[in-house]
């Protein structure tokens, strides 16, 4: 089946330690997203991707880093520069590059907390 | 002003009957607007997109799209204990690159 796979579905993070989230999509879609939600609140915007090799910042970056080398996949690394990382973490993607009206579809999520 | 604005809720509601969810936002010139129901603990799942004024009814599932009051809703006729949940209005904001700006959510409890 297509879809968005995400792993783990749960992970710890000791204090000094880069964690790596994955993000896996069959769907062939070009955009890909990571976003960030603490509890009672939305979705905050990580870093997207509208094409390989080629990302931006969203509008708290600071602390993460991704890559896009194949299409498909769009990890996220949370460094250690990320002082409050326990969060529930989301990977999307949408079907264009121009995402004007293309809704975008969400994997299962990554719930990250502090050891 | 917030991108998107919701109330928190929670919005209570008896079985059976139609629950309204309301969203406003601030770009002016948005062109695409979603609904996504999130189940506690899990991710959002899109059950609406609109993009042009009026009504589009999908089942039990009606949005509502007025540009010029800048302004969105959902209704959900025939409310079930299956539909409690967050739901999350999401617009496309072309003033900022054209991101997926989403609210912080309305929580909907539908009671038996």
């Known amino acids: 089946d297509g879809g968005i796979t995400q792993s783990p579905k749960y992970l710890f993070r000791k204090e000094g330690q880069n964690v790596t989230l994955s993000c896996e999509q069959n769907?062939?879609?070009?955009?890909m997203y990571w976003y960030r939600q603490d509890p009672g609140q939305g979705l905050r915007l990580i870093y997207y991707?509208?094409?390989?090799?080629?990302?931006q910042k969203g509008d708290i970056a600071e602390g993460y880093s991704v890559s896009r080398e194949k299409k498909e996949s769009f990890p996220l690394t949370v460094t250690s520069a990320q002082k409050n990382p326990t969060a529930f973490y989301l990977c999307?993607?949408?079907?264009?590059?121009?995402?004007?009206?293309?809704?975008?579809?969400f994997g299962d999520g990554t719930r990250l907390s502090i050891l | 002003q917030k991108e998107v604005e919701q109330n928190s809720g929670p919005l209570s509601v008896p079985e059976g009957a139609i629950a309204s969810l309301n969203c406003t936002y601030s770009?002016?010139?948005?062109?695409?607007f979603f609904w996504y129901r999130q189940y506690s603990g899990k991710s959002p799942e899109l059950i609406m997109s609109?993009?042009?004024?009026g009504d589009k009814e999908d089942g039990r599932f009606t949005a509502q799209l007025n540009k010029a009051s800048q302004y969105v809703s959902l209704l959900i006729r025939d409310s079930q204990p299956s539909d409690s949940a967050t739901y999350l209005c999401?617009?496309?904001?072309?003033?900022?690159?054209?991101?997926?700006?989403f609210g912080a959510g309305t929580i909907l409890r539908v009671k038996s």
């Open positions: 999307a993607s949408s079907i264009a590059r121009d995402s004007s009206n293309q809704p975008q579809h």
């Open positions: 769907l062939n879609h070009d955009a």
């Open positions: 991707s509208q094409i390989v090799n080629d990302f």
């Open positions: 770009d002016r010139v948005s062109q695409s």
């Open positions: 609109i993009y042009s004024n």
């Open positions: 999401a617009v496309i904001h072309m003033e900022y690159g054209n991101k997926l700006v």
